[in-house]
């Protein structure tokens, strides 16, 4: 690190160039990317934060967020961990052509999960698959900070060769006594150094492994039907809900206007964007009106949790299923989320 590197300037809000400076294999199906600034910069974020790449491919404009796993608490790079899925146009592009000397450009840091914003003393982290992501960031930010934190970590994955970041997750806990690491593995291999647990997360397991759970703050990241899952199970347990946190960039609540056939078929109403309009029925979302006709916007998640698709109603009436990211001040002028978000009279929009 050179002395510009102490005088970069912060990021910590809009969209940035990335340069990406190394990659490697987490896992078979893993792969972590580090990348700085294509001119020196320190980024500031929130543990659990996540950015949104901003890609062209195949002629095609296309966004998608990723939780950042690396900590603020190491600002001169940021590391994004990505896992190859079926059919997964972005992730699976990345992980194909993506390499060390190439460049991107994302926008955020954005989410509300995140340990700033959700403040305790005593954590419970639950994570299954690459949910992983955002509960490392944050123990490594607070490992790295030494607040004293209590940390249980209990995360959930196929066997052994699936463990995401095992070794340095191990170092953290050897090295910080108040950190506790304990996997569930379905395949019921046991692991040398720390606690495991055969088979999938239980209320039998996790009160061995954690027995004060009621007593903390939790954060849970995973497949939908893992974090359901444990909803239900602290839930019947008794937990305190207040204190129960999850992130996910799950099944959307959209489809690509692409994809929808009928687009306006039996439409109630109309949906003005400056000199464009659109027919929209009572079950077709806003982003689905502003995608037919080819107008710009960000969908990243597509599921009312990035933030990205934010826009803002001059009239009409609209009904919301997501105002996750959005403040009370921004939902009192009108803004909203558009894959979240159905017209109920005929609106007027403002895109960006």
């Known amino acids: 690190m050179n002395q510009q590197d102490y005088q970069s300037p912060n990021w910590q809000a809009g969209e940035i160039r990335l340069v990406c400076v190394e990659r490697w294999q987490e896992t078979h199906d893993v792969t972590s990317f580090r990348f700085q600034g294509a001119q020196p910069v320190k980024f500031h974020f929130k543990p659990g934060q996540f950015i949104t790449f901003l890609l ?29 899925i079926p059919g997964g146009r972005v992730s699976n ?31 419970l982290f639950l994570s299954a698959g690459s949910g992983i992501t955002p509960m490392y960031s944050m123990s490594r930010w607070l490992t790295d900070t ?68 009621l007593e903390r703050t939790v954060f849970v990241c995973g497949p939908e039907p893992y974090m359901q ?5 602290l839930q019947d347990a008794g937990f305190d809900m207040s204190r129960y946190h ?26 003005q964007i400056g000199d464009v309009s659109t027919p929209l029925n009572e079950a077709q979302t806003v982003l689905e009106g502003i995608e037919a006709k080819g107008l710009p916007i960000i969908a990243a998640c597509r599921s009312g949790v990035c933030g990205a698709c934010k826009c803002q109603v001059l009239s009409g009436e609209t009904e919301s299923s997501s105002e996750m990211t959005l403040t009370p001040a921004e939902v009192e002028q009108g803004f909203i989320l558009a894959c979240s978000t159905r017209i109920r009279s005929d609106v007027t929009l403002a895109l960006g």
Request: hydrophobic share 45%; with cysteine.
């Open 229 to 233: 899952a444990a909803k239900t199970m």
């Open 56 to 84: 062209d491919i195949a002629g095609e404009r296309l966004a998608r967020s990723y939780t950042i796993s690396s900590s603020p608490s190491r600002p001169y790079s940021l590391v994004v961990t990505i896992k190859r």
């Open 93 to 123: 592009y990345l992980v194909d052509n993506l390499q060390a000397g190439h460049s991107v450009n994302v926008s955020g840091p954005a989410g509300a999960f995140n340990l700033i914003d959700i403040a305790a003393d005593k954590y």
């Open 246 to 271: 999850q992130e996910s960039f799950g099944a959307p609540t959209s489809s690509p206007a692409s994809q929808v056939e009928g687009l306006g078929d039996d439409a109630a109403f109309m949906l």
């Open 146 to 213: 030494q607040v004293g934190s209590d940390i249980a970590f209990v995360h959930s994955a196929k066997a052994k060769e699936d463990l995401i970041f095992h070794d340095a997750l191990l170092k953290m806990a050897q090295h910080h006594p108040n950190m506790a690491l304990h996997y569930s593995l379905e395949s019921g291999e046991a692991l040398e150094a720390c606690s495991s647990f055969a088979g999938r997360l239980s209320l039998v397991m996790l009160a061995e492994a954690v027995p004060d759970f």
